[in-house]
């Protein structure tokens, strides 16, 4: 059974176990490097997860997969959100998972008062991220050129954007 919900500071302890695991597997794909996010203690992730929405997709009870979403806080700003964190482990990708946790994702945004678009950024190496994304309505409007180093590699990323609401005509 696949259940998808946002989770709370008693999920920390989870959390934090497959947020290490992300960092550890895939370097190339989260600014937060493995050591830093070991530094923090499951007191910091319940922190993260009470301050900004991180969704979790459970497959019989155990922590699948992840996204998470910050609203800016800007006055200026205040209609955009940035996605994160998007992960789904090993064991459990070819289930749809990635794709369901941002369905749910875009569904809870779209229902939040104000929000017009959404924006994230993919390693342009990450062709089933990067499917994914379009399949639920992101599109590409550019690449930034060298966003990381993971040693002495440069990494691409490709800035995608989901407008929630009809871009007016100038």
């Given at each position: ?32 490097s493995?050591?830093?996010?070991a ?5 910091v992730?319940?922190e993260?997860l ?16 992840t ?6 806080t800007?006055a ?12 789904v ?21 779209r ?29 590409s ?13 440069t ?9 929630l ?6």
């Open positions: 059974m696949i259940r998808i919900r946002r989770l709370g500071r008693a999920d920390a302890a989870e959390y934090r176990a497959i947020r290490l695991r992300m960092l550890r597997e895939h370097p190339d794909a989260f600014l937060e493995h050591a830093e996010g530094r923090k203690g499951t007191a992730y319940a993260r009470a301050a900004s929405p991180v969704l979790g997709a459970f497959v019989d009870g155990e922590l699948a997969g996204v998470g979403y910050f609203r800016e800007s200026k700003a205040r209609h955009k959100v940035t996605i994160w964190g998007v992960y482990a090993p064991g459990h990708r070819g289930l749809g998972l990635a794709r369901r946790l941002m369905e749910e994702a875009i569904r809870r945004l229902a939040t008062r104000g929000v017009e678009q959404v924006r994230l950024d993919v390693g342009t190496w990450n062709r089933p991220a990067r499917a994914v994304y379009r399949a639920v309505g992101f599109r409007f550019g690449v930034e050129r060298r966003a990381m180093k993971v040693g002495r590699r990494v691409d990323e490709e800035l995608m954007v989901l407008f609401k009809p871009v007016p005509r100038a």
